[in-house]
């Protein structure tokens, strides 16, 4: 696989003091802040930076859900590797001028094969986080594996009127199933400042996928939240149309926002004691803006904040640690498979950190307390310092309200 590696920004260097077990954190973040030793049993019990297939959340439509379909049906309908069959064709209502067309009414359909032998120039590998538009908590941190979709379209030797590809994925034949999305061309043919390529997937962490996670192929969308990566991808048709009307768009939902940052917590000691230093974790989402801090603050319960002041922008917070890139991947994801993997240098290390759409750690000592119930809360500031919830706090724009979890001083 070529080494897609565009970014050359060197990213800061932690110092290695001693690995923590487990999760197997270095134990300081930088040679000149160690992290205090009240910490260790908490980042120890952390979550796998990627996230184990079992442990991933699934988010499918459909009656039977197609992953649930018996083997030997899967095979029929072509969702095994060995019977996959894509559509690639012009929208008929808004045609798009094509040299030509791949279908399996003509028995031209584009197949695995196909795909594979695109692979071996052509794949790409990136880590991100799928999260759903309406689900506060990511279904899990992913290294997926495809080819750009823009090499399969130029297959079809597109000459104009192309302004929209819309995609859907098999959906039992009936067409009131259909999970459709779409992006506008231009996003399919060229991809934003280090953002990597819309794909054709066909790999997670370094396996085949599995059904659930939209075996043999689904689509993945780096930037956009998990709506766009349609599973199970039977079709993709090429369109004149210059609007989407993607199954998202229904529901309130706002289909052109792409993935926010938002920090939570993971683990917070529900009661403490007093005046006893309190360790905390989190994660923090990292959206197409960045995450540059993660800070918190502690507040006694109850006590009413400033009503020209919903997001709290003028209380006392301050810095937690994000953690530096974990020793151990987790999931089934090794060095080797990072070493030419989209964002990493070549002895497989993260050229930048925290990952840009993707999930980081978080970890903070806060200071003992008198007897009391508090409320801890927690925010990311961007790259362009723009705290949580801003710049885009609406719910149907994908979640990121300031999480607030309490804590019982006793
Ligand atoms: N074919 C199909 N693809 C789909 C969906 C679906 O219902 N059908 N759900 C979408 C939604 S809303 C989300 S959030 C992601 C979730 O991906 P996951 O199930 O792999 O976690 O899949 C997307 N792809
Ligand atoms: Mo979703």
Not at 219 to 237: A, M, Q, R
Not at 303 to 325: E, H, N, R, S, V
């Amino acid at each position: 696989m070529p080494n897609p590696n565009t970014s050359r920004r060197s990213f800061l260097q932690y110092g290695v003091a001693g690995t923590v077990a487990g999760y197997g954190l270095p134990a300081t973040t930088t040679a000149t802040e160690p992290l205090p030793a009240a910490l260790t049993p908490v980042i120890e019990k952390l979550e796998p930076f990627f996230t184990p297939f079992d442990d991933f959340r699934d988010v499918s439509r459909g009656s039977p859900v197609p992953h649930s379909l018996p083997e030997a049906k899967r095979r029929e309908v072509g969702l095994t590797r060995e019977t996959w069959k894509l559509d690639i064709i012009s929208d008929p209502e808004n045609p798009a001028t094509l040299g030509k067309q791949f279908s399996k009414k003509n028995d031209t359909a584009f197949d695995f094969p196909a795909l594979m032998k695109l692979a071996e120039k052509h794949a790409v590998r990136f880590s991100r986080v799928m999260t759903c538009l309406n689900i506060g908590c990511p279904l899990g941190m992913g290294l997926w594996e495809g080819v750009p979709l823009r090499t399969v379209l130029w297959l079809t030797q597109p000459k104009e009127n192309l302004r929209r590809v819309f995609f859907h994925g098999y959906h039992n034949d009936d067409p009131k199933q259909i999970f459709r999305a779409s992006l506008p061309v231009g996003r399919v043919l060229e991809d934003p400042d280090n953002v990597p390529p819309v794909i054709l997937c066909y790999k997670l962490n370094g396996e085949w996928l599995t059904p659930e996670r939209g075996a043999p192929v689904r689509i993945v969308v780096p930037e956009h939240y998990g709506f766009k990566s349609v599973k199970w991808i039977t079709n993709i048709t090429l369109s004149n149309l210059a609007s989407a009307n993607d199954t998202y768009s229904n529901g309130n939902n706002d289909i052109d926002s792409p993935l926010k940052s938002f920090a939570a917590t993971l683990s917070v000691p529900g009661r403490t004691k007093a005046n006893t230093p309190i360790p905390v974790t989190g994660y923090a989402q990292v959206g197409i803006s960045g995450v540059s801090k993660v800070q918190v603050w502690v507040s006694p319960a109850g006590k009413a904040w400033l009503t020209d002041d919903p997001y709290f922008t003028t209380a006392p917070w301050t810095d937690a640690t994000i953690l530096p890139p974990p020793a151990k991947w987790g999931g089934t994801v090794t060095d080797a498979l990072l070493k030419d993997s989209m964002g990493f240098d070549a002895k497989g290390k993260p050229t930048t950190w925290p990952l840009k759409l993707g999930k980081a750690h978080w970890a903070a000592l806060l200071p003992g307390l008198p007897v009391g119930d508090y409320t801890l809360r927690c925010r990311t500031i961007d790259d362009r310092g723009v705290a949580q919830p801003m710049p885009r706090p609406f719910k149907k724009s994908g979640r990121c309200d300031i999480e607030a979890t309490k804590i019982t001083v006793e």
